[in-house]
């Protein structure tokens, strides 16, 4: 499951290493499974995959026996027991798992101003989480979810242009380094982002020495929202819970390796590539970047 995600990343223009940095994989191993050619049972079984997810992202309130009629009639035909299975391997199932609550912890002060805020004719303040161009504005912020081995962390960046998750890292512990390592990542694929807002709450990690020393030396601003107010970074809000329903929240996840190649696969195979939004027209991040800015888009792909 995890070399060929590897390979089509590499063909989009993801580097092999970042890729198997997040990923906590070796590349040799990966290398060495490039010559070996795929099985003809491992392409079966990925077809019908493929035919299960994407009657489950049409339906998702359908069960397994429901997503077997579906994939039939893609062309897939499966017994429902082997539905079953890939289904259960996957976590693919009709109902949807509940939100979780914040730990309670205060935000300390801001090392930035708010520079994604606004005030309306009645004196309110509002966010505008839009931009013209792709890197003129970055969201960011940090979920976590619970494994058999503990919990795991992911950052992620976002581009208010595209909503395209341009950056992220997974980790196992909440430390400055997981903003660090997102906000290389970002700009490892974006290339030349000076001047590029980066916005974020006010937590410890965005915070941080560590954050500041790297948005200075990518010649970025960055940005933070208010104490106590959700709406100022809910553009990532509405990610995070998108990642909930669709991965966090869909099983029960034994060891953080399985749960890193979940959120991974569902970000670049799924929210970039199938999810169609409407702020977008209808299409795929990957798409309005392609339609909009193609030029743009084939340098940061």
């Known amino acids: 499951m995890i070399y060929p995600l590897v390979r089509e990343l590499a063909v989009d223009g993801v580097p092999v290493t970042v890729?198997?940095?997040v990923l906590k994989v070796a590349r040799q191993p990966y290398y060495r499974w490039l010559e070996r050619p795929v099985s003809e049972r491992e392409l079966t079984c990925?077809?019908?995959?493929?035919?299960?997810?994407?009657?489950?992202?049409?339906?998702?309130?359908?069960g397994y026996r429901f997503l077997v009629d579906e994939a039939a009639r893609a062309g897939e035909p499966m017994?429902?027991?082997?539905?079953w299975r890939i289904c259960s391997t996957m976590g693919w199932w009709s109902a949807f798992g509940k939100k979780r609550?914040?730990?309670?912890?205060?935000?300390?002060?801001?090392?930035?101003?708010?520079?994604?805020?606004?005030v309306d004719d009645h004196g309110r303040v509002r966010h505008r989480f839009v931009a013209d161009e792709p890197n003129?504005?970055?969201?960011?912020?940090?979920t976590e979810h619970q494994t058999g081995e503990g919990k795991l962390y992911l950052c992620a960046i976002k581009?208010?242009?595209s909503n395209r998750i341009i950056g992220y890292s997974i980790d196992t512990r909440m430390k400055s380094r997981i903003a660090v390592n997102a906000l290389h990542s970002a700009v490892a694929r974006r290339g030349d982002v000076?001047?590029?807002?980066?916005?974020?709450?006010?937590?410890?990690?965005?915070r941080s020495r560590k954050l500041v020393r790297a948005l200075n030396r990518h010649h970025m601003v960055g940005s933070m929202g208010r104490v106590g107010s959700a709406g100022d970074n809910a553009a990532m809000e509405s990610f995070f819970s998108l990642l909930q329903k669709n991965v966090l929240n869909r099983r029960a996840w034994a060891t953080r390796q399985e749960l890193r190649i979940a959120i991974v696969t569902w970000i670049e195979r799924t929210y970039h590539r199938r999810r169609?939004?409407?702020?977008?027209?209808?299409?795929?991040?990957?798409?309005?970047?392609?339609?909009?800015?193609?030029?743009?888009?084939?340098?940061?792909?």
């Open 19 to 21: 890729t198997c940095r």
């Open 46 to 62: 990925a077809y019908r995959a493929n035919a299960l997810h994407d009657a489950h992202r049409d339906d998702p309130e359908f």
């Open 79 to 83: 017994a429902e027991r082997t539905a």
């Open 101 to 118: 609550g914040r730990n309670g912890k205060k935000p300390g002060p801001p090392v930035h101003d708010d520079l994604c805020a606004v």
């Open 136 to 142: 003129a504005l970055w969201l960011a912020d940090i």
């Open 159 to 161: 581009d208010a242009y």
């Open 194 to 206: 000076a001047g590029c807002i980066l916005h974020t709450d006010r937590g410890s990690q965005f």
């Open 276 to 301: 169609r939004q409407a702020r977008l027209g209808r299409l795929t991040p990957i798409e309005y970047e392609t339609i909009m800015t193609p030029q743009a888009a084939l340098r940061a792909a």
